[in-house]
C-alpha cells in the first residue's frame, strides 16, 4: 500500500497539486542520476532530475498478491549519464529504478510509485526503451534444472548441438534423440527417471513388479 502524505494528499484533493514523474537510477557501480518529465530540472534526495532527458512512462504491468510487476520507461539519448556506448554494451543493466509522482512546487511531497530493476536497455530511433521489472520478479526465475525424462534443450540451440535441426522437430524423448538425430551424448534428459505409469503399477505377486497389471 502506497503511503501518500497528508499534504500532497490535500493538495490533490484540492486539485492545487501541481504532479509530474521522477526516475531516480542507480547504477550498478553507485552512479547516481535522476530524470523527469517536467519541464525544468528538479532536485530530489540530493540529486539533480534532468527534464532535458526526454524521459517518459510506458507500459506497465502491476498483478495483485505475489505478481512481479513489469513496465517500461522511454526517453532521448541526449544526458551525460546515459551515453549510447553504455547501452549498447549493457552497462546500465541491473541498475536500480524507483519512479516517484512528485508535487514539483515542492518535491519534498512526493510518493513512490514503483521500484524495480533495468533488464534490458535497448536505443531505438535515436532514443532508449528501459524494460524494467519489480522486486519480486526473482520468485519467477527458474533457478537450477528439472529432473524429467524429456530433454530440457532447444531442438538446434548450443545444448543440443545438433546443428542441422533447421526445420525438424523432436518429441524430446531419448529414442527420438538417438534414433532421429543420433545425439545421445547431448541428451539433456533422465530417461531413466520412473514415469507415472510406474507410480501408478500395482506390484504382482510375491513382490515381483508386474508392469501395471493386477494379479
Known sequence: MRHIPDDL?????????RLCHVWLMRRVNGTRAGFTDHDRDLTLDGVVCRAASGWTVGAAESGVGLAAGTASASGVLDDASIREADVAQGRLDGAAVELWRVDWSEPDLRVRLWSGTITRLRRQDGAFVADLE???????????????????????????????????????RWETCVGTFGNGVNFRGFPDVPGDDFLTAWPAQGGRHDGGSRR
Open 134 to 172: 519489480g522486486p519480486l520478479a526473482k520468485l519467477e526465475r527458474v533457478v537450477g534444472r528439472t529432473y524429467g525424462r524429456l530433454c530440457d534443450a532447444r531442438l538446434g540451440d548450443a545444448r543440443c548441438g545438433v546443428a542441422d535441426a533447421a526445420g525438424r522437430t523432436c518429441d524430446k
Open 9 to 17: 494528499a490535500a493538495r490533490i484533493e484540492s486539485g492545487a497539486a
